[in-house]
């Protein structure tokens, strides 16, 4: 089965389905800079001269460094770069803690916009749905954002169906971040509703967090190919519905390419089943 190699977010921005999770670029548990500053951002760079053109982070990446980072290695972007943040979580004491008050998310997405460098945010995602504070003001603060010009579409991550619908309702919403790979389907429903209605749905954790529990079911399929089994959980999230954009993240260059070149990777109807 071939698959498509790019999607569209929002009849509007297209790019490549492999995209880049910068989260892992932080310091342990997404804290601060990591020990070796100068691999973060060669990464970085990296991904961009292998052809990947999305890269996702938020502000509670380091909190804050992660969106440093890609700009401090990115900028000035290539013209095809979209770049997805999020806001909506806070670190206090490297806690995660939801914040999704409008006049948070305005204040987070002013400073995501002076972090890149940018005028407009390509993609900005509600993070995770606060349950203080009504959905319909969270994504209500979004449609302001995006009226004010300095968002360009709307998102929203670790949401379910019903969520979602009711947020359709304030907003257009142009993509869906959840965790979903070969192993954890719970969103299943979603990534059908999202291909049904033309959004893009972003597994994050599209490798598990490198833990896969298919891992034995997966080998024969990689050894057969001569591929790694996560390259094999990459091909097939392209294969099972055009709507996926993955976001494999790692901090190893090694990682990275093995990634990217994932996408080249073709398996049979029988592999996929």
Same mark, same amino acid.
């Given at each position: 089965?071939n698959?498509s190699t790019?999607?569209?977010?929002?009849n509007?921005l297209t790019?490549?389905?492999?995209?880049?999770?910068a989260m892992?670029?932080?310091?342990?548990?997404?804290?601060g800079?990591?020990?070796? &500053?100068?691999n973060?951002?060669r990464?970085?760079?990296r *991904?961009?001269e292998l052809g990947?053109?999305?890269?996702?982070t938020?502000?509670?990446?380091?909190?804050?460094i992660?969106?440093?980072q890609i700009?401090?290695?990115?900028?000035?972007y290539?013209?095809?770069l979209?770049?997805?943040?999020?806001?909506g979580?806070?670190?206090p004491?490297?806690?995660?803690?939801r914040?999704?008050?409008?006049?948070?998310?305005?204040?987070?997405c002013?400073g995501?916009?002076r &972090?890149l460098?940018?005028?407009r945010i390509?993609l900005?995602?509600?993070?995770a749905?606060?349950?203080?504070v009504?959905?319909?003001?969270?994504?209500g603060?979004l449609?302001?954002?995006?009226?004010?010009?300095?968002i360009?579409?709307a998102?929203l991550?670790?949401?379910d169906?019903?969520?979602?619908?009711r *947020?359709?309702r304030?907003v257009e919403?142009?993509?869906?971040q959840?965790n979903?790979?070969?192993a954890?389907r719970l969103?299943?429903?979603?990534?059908?509703y999202?291909?049904?209605?033309?959004?893009a749905?972003?597994p994050?954790f599209p490798?598990?967090g490198?833990d896969?529990e298919?891992?034995e079911?997966?080998?024969p399929?990689?050894? *057969?190919h001569?591929?790694?089994?996560?390259q094999?959980?990459?091909?097939?999230l392209?294969?099972?519905s055009p709507?996926?954009?993955?976001?494999?993240g790692?901090?190893s260059l090694?990682h990275?390419?093995?990634?990217?070149a994932?996408?080249?990777?073709r398996?049979?109807?029988?592999?996929?089943?």
């Amino acid at each position: 089965m071939n698959a498509s190699t790019t999607i569209t977010i929002g009849n509007e921005l297209t790019v490549k389905r492999l995209g880049y999770g910068a989260m892992r670029l932080c310091g342990p548990l997404i804290m601060g800079w990591p020990q070796d &500053r100068e691999n973060a951002l060669r990464v970085l760079r990296r *991904a961009i001269e292998l052809g990947v053109n999305f890269i996702d982070t938020a502000d509670a990446y380091g909190p804050h460094i992660n969106e440093e980072q890609i700009a401090q290695a990115l900028y000035p972007y290539p013209s095809d770069l979209v770049i997805a943040t999020k806001g909506g979580c806070t670190r206090p004491d490297g806690r995660w803690e939801r914040d999704g008050r409008p006049e948070h998310l305005k204040e987070a997405c002013e400073g995501s916009l002076r &972090r890149l460098r940018v005028d407009r945010i390509d993609l900005y995602q509600l993070h995770a749905v606060d349950t203080e504070v009504p959905l319909e003001e969270q994504v209500g603060a979004l449609k302001e954002l995006q009226e004010a010009g300095k968002i360009r579409f709307a998102g929203l991550s670790n949401v379910d169906l019903e969520q979602l619908e009711r *947020a359709r309702r304030v907003v257009e919403i142009a993509s869906v971040q959840n965790n979903y790979n070969v192993a954890h389907r719970l969103s299943e429903p979603i990534v059908e509703y999202c291909e049904r209605n033309g959004i893009a749905f972003i597994p994050y954790f599209p490798l598990d967090g490198g833990d896969l529990e298919e891992v034995e079911r997966l080998t024969p399929i990689a050894q *057969a190919h001569g591929a790694t089994i996560w390259q094999v959980g990459l091909a097939w999230l392209l294969a099972h519905s055009p709507a996926l954009l993955p976001i494999p993240g790692t901090s190893s260059l090694d990682h990275l390419e093995e990634n990217v070149a994932a996408s080249a990777l073709r398996l049979s109807d029988e592999e996929l089943a």
